[in-house]
């Protein structure tokens, strides 16, 4: 999908930026089981408000400084609930 302008969702308006998704409140990003989801609740929220969630049935790892598409580990954070910051892994 190639997106030229922005999207928004429900009353929330665009601002002009290309490419962006924009929400009136509760945005929510996942996979139809439900098991690997990210959230962003914003000030229109009623409850919860300016939240950041990742929510993940498995481990998650950010990737900072990837160049051409390769995946550079920075930090995991695993299931059991574990963390490991490059070069340390965390235990299973």
């Given at each position: 999908?190639?997106?030229?302008?922005?999207?928004a969702?429900?009353?929330?308006?665009?601002?002009?930026?290309?490419?962006?998704?924009?929400?009136?409140?509760?945005?929510?990003?996942?996979?139809?089981?439900?098991?690997?989801?990210?959230?962003?609740?914003?000030?229109?929220?009623?409850?919860?408000?300016?939240?950041?969630?990742?929510?993940?049935?498995?481990?998650i790892?950010?990737?900072?400084?990837?160049?051409?598409?390769?995946?550079?580990?920075?930090?995991?954070?695993?299931?059991?609930?574990?963390?490991?910051?490059?070069?340390?892994?965390?235990?299973?």
């Open positions: 999908m190639s997106v030229v302008g922005d999207i969702l429900g009353s929330e308006a665009a601002n002009g930026t290309k490419g962006n998704i924009f929400s009136g409140g509760t945005l929510q990003i996942g996979a139809a089981d439900s098991a690997h989801r990210i959230i962003i609740r914003g000030n229109s929220s009623a409850n919860n408000v300016n939240q950041l969630n990742i929510l993940e049935y498995g481990d790892g950010l990737h900072a400084g990837a160049t051409g598409g390769t995946e550079t580990n920075s930090m995991w954070i695993k299931s059991g609930g574990n963390v490991g910051i490059v070069p340390t892994f965390p235990e299973v």
